[in-house]
Nanobody, 122 residues
C-alpha cells in the first residue's frame, strides 16, 4: 500500500503562483511515472495536466505548457507542481497520481491522492 499526501493548495490571485507537493509513503514499492490531474468541478472527469516519467522527461497539457512545471525528488518520494501565471480556469481540485512497481506483488499499481483545492480569484 502506498499513501499519498498532497499539500500547497489555497487561494491565489490570477497571475499568481502556487506550488503543490505530493509525498508518497509505504513499503515495498518503487515510483515510476508521477502525474498531476485536475478538474474544475467534482462531476467532471479529471484531466492529466502534467506527468513526469522515471527518467525525468515531462509531458504537459497544452493549456498549462510554459506556466506549470512538474518535478520530482526520488530521494524523498515526492512530486511537485509549480504553477505560475495562474488563471481562473486553473482553479479546482488537483490530484496527485503515482504509478508504482509493487515489489511484493510483482506488478504495477496506481495510487491517487485525496485531492487538494486551488482557488484563483480574478
Amino acid at each position: 500500500q502506498v499513501q499519498l499526501v498532497e499539500s500547497g493548495g489555497g487561494l491565489v490571485q490570477a497571475g499568481g503562483s502556487l506550488r503543490l507537493s505530493c509525498a508518497a509513503s509505504g513499503s515495498s514499492f518503487r515510483l515510476t511515472d508521477m502525474s498531476w490531474y485536475h478538474h474544475q468541478f467534482p462531476d467532471q472527469e479529471r484531466d492529466e495536466v502534467a506527468r513526469i516519467r522515471l527518467r525525468g522527461d515531462t509531458i504537459y497539457k497544452d493549456s498549462v505548457e510554459g506556466r506549470f512545471t512538474i518535478s520530482r525528488d526520488d530521494a524523498k518520494n515526492m512530486v511537485f507542481l509549480q504553477m505560475n501565471s495562474l488563471k481562473p480556469e486553473d482553479a479546482g481540485t488537483y490530484y496527485c497520481k503515482v504509478h508504482v512497481w509493487n515489489m511484493v506483488l510483482g506488478d504495477y499499481e496506481d495510487y491517487w491522492g485525496q485531492g487538494i483545492q486551488v482557488t484563483v480569484s480574478s
